[in-house]
């Protein structure tokens, strides 16, 4: 994580190439929550994609992130709603009993929950909402060779510059971070898809061990709504192969490698002899041509979702 803090890490690319969530979701979290809609929390904010769409049903959304970077090219929504600022999920700063809904977006697995919980407990107002929303790894629908080649690189060339444990946590879809409390619910209900067709959340709620015995929680109200292969709960978009050259390159993982290998990052640019990104989007570019993708067509691809939430009492 500390990749998006250092002064050569492009914000602006990495706010241009990262997928955004449908608008169904949000839908999900606020039916889901029962609390008030005065002050909304985004931690580990990012560009502002989570706080931004939050800001038209709260009367103030705090986006915090520690990497200046990031907030240094949040974006403000007209309303002026939004307020930017660096912070860290472990260490808020804000009031007690001073928050509404808390958020967030692809960030939960770096965080010490063993810290964060207490902390969340402290500035939620009673029936605050925690929701925590997450992706996994990219896949291009439909076409397991393409995936096969995208993964030999995001796991082979790259595999050992991701942070650690974190980008394992988020490959797993959340499943190592824990609630503040262990779950009680084992049925669930379904919600709507996010293309409207309904999806069953889980068989069951996941019940990972308690933090620290947190109090004050609705254990009956913790749920996590995990995607699949299936894509029935996932971000969708249709991208050529030069956005995906651009979600590689500006991902933490190719910043670390390209710092490590500057004679292979200098290739860049050169094609099938380029660099290590270069060469694997040739192989995908010719396994498409060869289904009669050409240069600058689109191919769908997609992220398993998931959405962990849990209430105030």
Known sequence: MTTFAKSSFDATGYLASRPTYPGRLYDVILAY????????????????????????????????????????VGLQP??????????????????????????????????????????????????????YVGYGELEVTNRPGVTSIFRRLMRGELGPFWSQPGRSIAEGLLDRVPFPITPTCEEVVDVPDLEGAGVPLADKIQEPEPVLGEEGWEAASAVRIKGSTAGRWAIRREWTVAQLDAYVRTSSAYHAFAAAHPDDTAKRGHGPEGDVVDRRMAQIAKTLGADGVGDGDTVAVEWPLVLMMIRRE
């Not at 939620?124 to 909402?129: A, C, I």
């Open 33 to 72: 929550h029962r609390g008030g809609t005065s002050h909304a929390l985004d931690m580990g904010t990012g560009p502002g994609f989570m706080a931004c769409a939050l800001a038209p049903h709260f009367d103030r959304v705090s986006a915090q992130d520690p990497s200046p970077n990031m907030v240094s």
């Open 78 to 131: 007209d309303t002026g709603r939004v307020e930017y600022s660096l912070g860290a999920a472990e260490e808020t700063g804000l009031p007690p009993t001073s928050v509404d809904l808390v958020v967030a977006g692809q960030a939960a697995h770096w965080f010490d929950h063993a810290r964060v919980w207490p902390e969340l407990g402290r500035i939620l107002r009673p029936r605050g909402t925690v929701a």
